[in-house]
């Protein structure tokens, strides 16, 4: 899947450096992060699945990354 690099740029307002940033921080937290859902999931906590998905479906939308942060909601929804 592509970013949707644009909408990146419309939420810092066009800063090449801010958007590197929020990119390098998102690839930097997402082993554990996925780390934290399997962890979850694997022990049946809803609560701290909903969380987790909820936290990665708001970074995966920043940074443009679609498909992904529908699956975090799907896993939200699944799990409420």
Not at 2 to 27: C, K, M, P, S, T
Not at 28 to 52: C, M, N, S, Y
């Amino acid at each position: 899947e592509e970013l949707n690099l644009d909408r990146l740029a419309a939420l810092v307002g066009g800063n090449v450096e801010q958007q590197r940033q929020i990119v390098n921080n998102f690839f930097e937290t997402l082993p554990g992060t996925l780390r934290e859902i399997h962890a979850a999931w694997d022990a049946h906590d809803a609560d701290k699945l909903v969380f987790w998905a909820h936290r990665f479906k708001s970074s995966s939308a920043a940074v443009g990354a679609d498909a992904l942060a529908q699956m975090c909601q799907a896993i939200e929804d699944f799990s409420r």
